[in-house]
């Protein structure tokens, strides 16, 4: 037990994982582009429900090998964190490494939520149109404004949506270039805009 415990403390295991996940993610980087079609539905899924329903391994290998490395540098990080806040010196400078990793800590968690029970939907609305989203949620287009630059290209635009559950309104709200709107779990965001139609 002990060996385990010295083996995710260590900081030579800390940079271990992170050399196997690059030499993976380079493996991945060349696989991606020789197999194009088989990857292009990677974006529009959950991870895990797509690597399930892909069959086929000889492929998706380093995927599987990333999930694993990125399982063991958690349990790093928590080992590391652990041990740190066990020592009750507290500073701000003992501190703040341990609130970033405890932070890394809640992305990953987020990240293997999402790829394990996540959805994604991508919609078409126009102005004064409704749309569902899923079971019992629509989400209705109310309004877009948009400022363009001298090329005519949009800079910034503004979408105004409502939330219907049920066929009653619930929520309202705004989204832009990178400012997405939040509803029951639901994050909503804006690819584009066309003025024209």
């Given at each position: 037990?002990?060996a ?24 991945g ?10 990857f ?7 991870l ?27 349990i ?80 910034d ?29 639901l ?11």
């Amino acid at each position: 037990m002990k060996a385990i415990v010295d083996f995710f403390l260590s900081l030579k295991t800390g940079f271990g994982i992170f050399l196997v996940i690059t030499i993976l993610m380079f493996i991945g980087s060349l696989s991606l582009p020789a197999n194009l079609a088989f990857f292009s539905g990677i974006d529009d899924a959950r991870l895990f429900g797509w690597l399930s329903a892909s069959g086929q391994p000889g492929i998706t290998w380093w995927i599987y090998g990333v999930i694993l490395m990125l399982a063991a540098l958690a349990i790093n990080t928590i080992f590391c964190t652990v041990q740190a806040l066990l020592r009750k010196r507290y500073s701000i400078y003992t501190l703040a490494p341990q609130i970033m990793h405890i932070g890394v800590l809640m992305i990953m968690l987020g990240h293997l939520l999402t790829a394990s029970t996540g959805f994604k939907s991508d919609i078409a609305l126009m102005k004064g149109q409704k749309q569902q989203v899923r079971d019992g949620l629509e989400v209705y287009l109310e309004d877009v404004r948009a400022s363009a630059d001298e090329g005519g290209y949009y800079n910034d635009w503004e979408v105004r949506l409502h939330f219907y559950e049920g066929g009653n309104k619930k929520a309202e709200g705004v989204i832009g270039p990178l400012r997405p709107a939040y509803h029951g779990g639901l994050v909503v965001y804006s690819k584009s805009v066309d003025m024209e139609n």
